[in-house]
């Protein structure tokens, strides 16, 4: 069964520094990989995703993501983060030639950023 | 609606007591699941439905929890007896079916927060 490890449970970072957050999968055939995004008292939405061909994914909000089949990870970066991307961040991964079987979730990490 | 549609948005109840929450999912959307978001613990697949096929309930904590889908549209998340423990925000999500359409991107609705006091 397929998992998914975000190493950072909380990062803070300042308006306006780089940040990227780590996430990694178990080692699949191939993988869908996606980026949700949850913001205060909202439910989740996408941001990104990873299905194919280009291993820099650019999403919403200037969020981008890079596919590293070799190190099976999948991190997210914003080069400028802003005080409404303070959020929690969800990294998910599912097995394409299963069907719909269920995302499957990792803990997420909860992105401060500080004035 | 546009979007997936959750109710009620906040259950406080007694320990002890069943619940239901309710989920309408996007209009013409077959695969519809249920997550639980608890403190610190990211998102728990609890059950999956599509279409008429019957549902992957390998997510599902104990005997106490039952979900149900009539119609192949709203679905009804039960929760008999509720413990402490139960208290949680629990979420909706549909998505298109069909293997080669399937992108895995699910639709998510605001949740359910319940709290068992």
């Known amino acids: 069964a397929q998992s998914v490890t975000q190493l950072d449970s909380q990062v803070p970072v300042f308006e306006e520094a780089p940040v990227e957050l780590r996430c990694n999968y178990s080692?699949?055939?191939?993988?869908?990989l996606f980026w949700y995004v949850q913001y205060p008292n909202q439910g989740l939405q996408l941001l990104l995703k990873?299905?194919?061909?280009?291993?820099l994914v650019k999403g919403i909000n200037g969020f981008e993501a890079e596919f590293n089949k070799s190190q099976t990870s999948f991190h997210l970066r914003k080069p400028s983060v802003h005080i409404s991307d303070t959020a929690e961040y969800f990294c998910?991964?599912?097995?394409?030639?299963?069907?719909?079987?269920?995302?499957?979730f990792g803990k997420g990490t909860r992105l401060s950023v500080i004035a | 609606g546009a979007g997936v549609s959750q109710s009620p948005s906040n259950k406080v109840t007694e320990k002890g007591k069943d619940v239901e929450l309710r989920c309408d999912p996007i209009s013409g959307h077959t695969a519809l699941y249920w997550y639980r978001q608890s403190l610190g613990q990211g998102l728990e697949f609890l059950i999956y439905f599509q279409g008429n096929s019957a549902p992957d309930k390998s997510g599902l904590p104990s005997d106490r929890f039952s979900a149900e889908r009539t119609g192949g549209s709203v679905s009804t998340l039960t929760i008999q007896r509720t413990q402490q423990e139960d208290s949680a925000v629990y979420l909706c999500?549909?998505?298109?079916?069909?293997?080669?359409?399937?992108?895995?991107?699910?639709?998510f609705g605001e949740g359910s927060r319940l709290t068992v006091l």
């Open positions: 990873y299905l194919s061909g280009s291993t």
């Open positions: 080692s699949s055939v191939s993988v869908y």
């Open positions: 998910a991964v599912s097995d394409p030639y299963s069907g719909n079987t269920p995302l499957v």
């Open positions: 999500a549909s998505s298109r079916s069909g293997r080669l359409s399937n992108t895995g991107e699910l639709f």
